[in-house]
């Protein structure tokens, strides 16, 4: 285990298509941060055969679920430090507790039609209201993981953590060679703050909706929201009216304080 200060990216698997996705998200960002990553296996406390509390090391090799995973950041192919836990316990729980010491919270979120209609489950509605730091809600069934160099989308407005909340939608645009997209809110200086990044700013409120496959073949991969915006954003069915629209396939990450 590292040291206090050295903080882990954790990303929850289950085995699915979708959490594997979340994984090759999350070790773009460790390299790009230099932090270690943490594959954690949430397992029901009902659920004996699976084994004990917190098994890391040679006792995760006996988990399916984490040997795909640690497969997964290994076929990424880039030089970051992980390791493997199997911990006994509702999923929801254990990631909550995992995020008071983390940098970042990753899960895998499974197509709409696995959710009967809305946009995300019930982990992902249990870390949007409670978790201690961002997360990141990862989108997608398919093999093909979240690409880079797409579009990254942020509301500009006048909540109290706007400035956290476009910072880091700042970052992952530099990280991921993708255009931010704000949608405008408020003025603001970040254009010039991060003159290497390609902005794009969309007016709020003008009736219609910007429509990734009419204007962009490339669509929006993810979309940074602050506090008030995750304490309701999991609730939302399809369709919406979130400022953030026209983008319901894209991937989320909750900016949490």
């Not at 979120?109 to 990141?136: E, K, N, Q, S």
């Not at 909540?159 to 603001?188: I, K, Y």
Request: glycine residues 10%.
């Amino acid at each position: 285990m590292w040291g206090d200060s050295d903080k882990p990216i954790v990303v929850g698997v289950d085995g699915s298509r979708a959490a594997l996705n979340a994984v090759g998200w999350a070790v773009t960002e460790a390299a790009y941060r230099d932090a270690p990553l943490r594959l954690i296996h949430a397992v029901p406390t009902t659920d004996h055969h699976c084994g004990s509390v917190g098994l890391t090391g040679d006792a995760s090799r006996t988990d399916p679920v984490l040997v795909s995973a640690e497969a997964e950041v290994q076929g990424a192919g880039k030089a970051i430090r992980f390791e493997s836990a199997r911990i006994d316990g509702n999923a929801g729980d254990v990631l909550i507790a995992e995020s008071s010491r983390s940098l970042m919270v990753c899960i895998g979120v499974p197509g709409r039609d696995r959710l009967a209609g809305r946009l995300f489950g019930p982990i992902a509605t249990v870390l949007a209201a409670h978790a201690h730091c961002p997360v990141a809600l990862i989108r997608g069934d398919s093999a093909v993981s979240p690409g880079d160099a797409g579009v990254v989308s942020v509301v500009l407005d006048d909540d109290p953590d706007n400035d956290s909340v476009v910072h880091l939608a700042m970052l992952e645009g530099r990280l991921r060679a993708a255009t931010v997209r704000q949608v405008d809110r408020r003025r603001n200086s970040w254009i010039r703050r991060f003159p290497d990044v390609h902005v794009e700013t969309v007016a709020a409120g003008t009736g219609s909706p910007w429509i990734a496959s009419r204007h962009d073949p490339r669509g929006v991969q993810l979309a940074v929201v602050g506090q008030a915006d995750a304490d309701r954003i999991t609730e939302l069915e399809v369709p919406n009216c979130h400022p953030i629209v026209g983008y319901p396939g894209c991937s989320v990450l909750l900016v949490r304080h």
